[in-house]
């Protein structure tokens, strides 16, 4: 993995902050492979589909308040039957952005997408 005389050279600090970056970086996969194996391959795309043409709809200016609540509500029993509380969490998140301005929809279809990818 690292070679063992540059580890002997680095300072303490610098150790200390590889490792940390090390164990972020291994969370961050473990996150993604849960989130993606908690729904099926149809209901990801399906959702990841939905979720870029709000993302796009919201770059544009326009509210996609009929979308979020029409489109994703195909896909709340696949996402609450995940039991992935992060995943939930997003979807939630964009849900509620219906009424909401165009720049909050953005914001939570972003944070969702990413999550999907």
């Known amino acids: 993995m690292y070679n063992k ?3 002997k050279k680095m300072k303490v600090s610098e150790f200390k902050k590889l490792i940390r970056e090390e164990v972020r970086n291994v969370l961050r996969e473990n996150t993604k492979k849960t989130i993606n194996e908690s ?3 149809y209901d990801n795309e399906y959702l990841k589909d939905n979720v ?3 993302l796009a709809g919201t770059a ?3 509210d996609m308040t009929d979308n979020i609540i029409d489109k994703l509500g195909n896909s709340s ?3 609450y039957d995940s039991g992935d ?3 939930i969490k ?3 998140n964009l849900r509620d952005t219906a009424e909401a301005p165009v720049t909050a929809q953005q914001k939570a279809a972003a944070v969702l997408l990413k ?3």
């Open 5 to 7: 005389h540059l580890i």
């Open 39 to 41: 729904l099926s391959y």
């Open 52 to 54: 870029t043409d709000i």
């Open 60 to 62: 544009k200016g326009e």
């Open 77 to 79: 029993d696949a996402v």
């Open 85 to 87: 509380s992060k995943l």
């Open 90 to 92: 997003a979807y939630d």
């Open 115 to 117: 999550m999907l990818k």
